[in-house]
Antibody
Framework: QVHLLQSGPEVTKPGASVKVSCKIS????????IQWVRQTPAKGLEWMGG????????VYAQKFQGSVTMTQDTTTDTAYMEMKSLRPEDTAVYYC?????????????????WGQGTMVTVSS | DIQMTQSPSSLSASVGDRVTITCQAS??????LNWYQQKAGKAPKLLIY???NLAVGVPSRFSGSGSGTDFTFTISSLQPEDIATYYC??????????FGGGTKVEIK
């Protein structure tokens, strides 16, 4: 059974950075396309970016290019999302999730397994 | 960017009612449309992928249809455990996902 376990809640100040981790179990990270999605009351669910299995690259949503860095450590099966220059409007629940390649097939960008979410609060 | 317009934003129905939610894309997205259920305090759960395919373990009272720009999600007989917010999500030929605004379903 595939499981994604995220790091705990973060409280940080405007202008700071935060790094959220997502450890996969029951599957190898090297065979998993992890995506990052955030949820705010104002904007709802927003896809931030993730690993594209079709060209083995990290792809970022335009809105988050330059402010977010996604990395993967296959030795520990852990994915990371680091966000810098945080603002109060970045206060959100951040989720990692995997593409449903095994169930839906390649090229179907659905998210079948999600982490529990990490609450990030940006406040002075 | 493709915009997804989901409606209604909320609805109230009785147990056993048929519930329908719609999602409209700003341009033709073929059948590249998924549906999720999110219960309070939990992560979203995939229910339907590619407009009409039921995800593993999802009850058959859930269904989806549509292609192009207009899509429908249906609960054939609303159950108390279906209280949640439902989201549509589109994807493209390149990796880029976007979600609808959500529909909150409550029991009357």
């Amino acid at each position: 059974q595939v499981h994604l376990l995220q790091s705990g809640p973060e409280v940080t100040k405007p202008g700071a950075s935060v790094k959220v981790s997502c450890k996969i179990s029951g599957h190898s990270l090297s065979e998993t396309a992890i995506q990052w999605v955030r949820q705010t009351p104002a904007k709802g669910l927003e896809w931030m970016g993730g690993f594209d299995p079709e060209d083995d690259n990290i792809v970022y949503a335009q809105k988050f290019q330059g402010s977010v860095t996604m990395t993967q450590d296959t030795t520990t099966d852990t994915a990371y999302m680091e966000m810098k220059s945080l603002r109060p409007e970045d206060t959100a629940v951040y989720y990692c999730a995997k593409l449903a390649v095994e169930e839906a097939g390649p090229g179907v960008d659905a998210l079948d397994i999600w982490g529990q979410g990490t609450m990030v609060t940006v406040s002075s | 960017d493709i915009q997804m317009t989901q409606s209604p934003s909320s609805l109230s129905a009785s147990v056993g009612d048929r519930v329908t939610i719609t999602c409209q894309a700003s341009r033709d997205i073929d059948n590249f449309l998924n549906w999720y259920q999110q219960k309070a305090g939990k992560a979203p759960k995939l229910l339907i992928y590619d407009a009409s395919n039921l995800a593993v373990g999802v009850p058959s009272r859930f269904s989806g249809s549509g292609s192009g720009t207009d899509f429908t999600f249906t609960i054939s007989s609303l159950q108390p455990e279906d209280i949640a917010t439902y989201y549509c999500q589109q994807y493209d030929t390149v990796l880029a996902l976007s979600f609808g605004g959500g529909t909150k379903v409550e029991i009357k």
